[in-house]
């Protein structure tokens, strides 16, 4: 059981905007820590999407946003490419924890 | 660029003590808490816990008991062991670079399948 919730699955046509969330609570997104997204390839590690909420690491498409708001947060990919399919994990801080706690995933299938 | 590489025994009975090292190559090793990870064959990942160059150590409270984490600043390495696995260990496990300020696993090493089984 995750301590950040994901829906397990999302698709979308090619060319089309999906949108995954993740909620969370008062101890971790909700107490203000900046939720992170990852996005994990077929039999890879997993790669830095998006940091600090809303921040796109150099080399990655603008199509990947997010936002945040309250206890959840959201990931947007806009104009998707087959290249998009993938696994996608938020993750954030934990006070309770103090430690990292990630989302159970959400598989992106292009259809 | 920063990489990391991973290595360790991949194949254990129960009992047994898993034992994997990661090496950092690029920018710097001190100003970061180096951290594990493990992603169960569920695709869930779970916090191990984390350590500095001064050898300042997290743990997961979940796995506190079982684990512990060693850094050898010499080789800008750091190590896990988890005494007494059994198959609920087993997962990929990663190695990961915590940034601080952001409180984000910025670089992460190629990972290491960890099968527990008699």
């Known amino acids: 059981q995750s301590v950040l919730t994901q829906a397990p699955s999302v698709s979308g046509a090619p060319g089309q905007r999906v949108t995954i969330s993740c909620t969370g609570s008062s101890s971790n997104i909700g107490a203000g820590y900046d939720v992170h997204w990852y996005q994990q390839l077929p039999g890879k590690a997993p790669k830095l999407l998006i940091y600090g909420d809303t921040n796109r690491p150099s080399g990655v498409p603008d199509r990947f946003s997010g936002s945040k708001s309250g206890t959840s947060a959201s990931l947007a990919v806009s104009g998707l490419q087959g290249e998009d399919e993938a696994d996608y994990y938020c993750?954030?801080?934990?006070?309770?924890?103090?430690?990292?706690?990630f989302g159970g995933g959400t598989k992106l299938t292009v259809l | 660029q920063v990489q990391l590489l991973q290595w360790g025994v991949g194949l254990l009975k129960p009992s047994e003590t898993l034992s994997l090292t990661c090496a950092v190559y690029g920018g710097s090793f001190s100003g970061y808490y180096w951290s594990w990870i493990r992603q169960f064959p569920g695709k869930g990942l779970e916090w191990i816990g984390e350590i500095n160059q001064s050898g300042g150590t997290n743990y997961n409270p979940s796995l506190k008991s079982r684990v512990t984490i060693s850094v050898d600043t010499s080789e800008n390495q750091f190590s896990l062991k988890v005494r007494s696995v059994t198959a609920a260990d087993t997962a990929v496990y990663y190695c990961a670079r915590f940034e601080g300020q952001r409180l984000v696993l910025d670089y992460w090493g190629q990972g290491t399948l960890v099968t527990v089984s008699s």
């Open positions: 993750q954030s801080y934990d006070s309770s924890l103090s430690g990292c706690v």
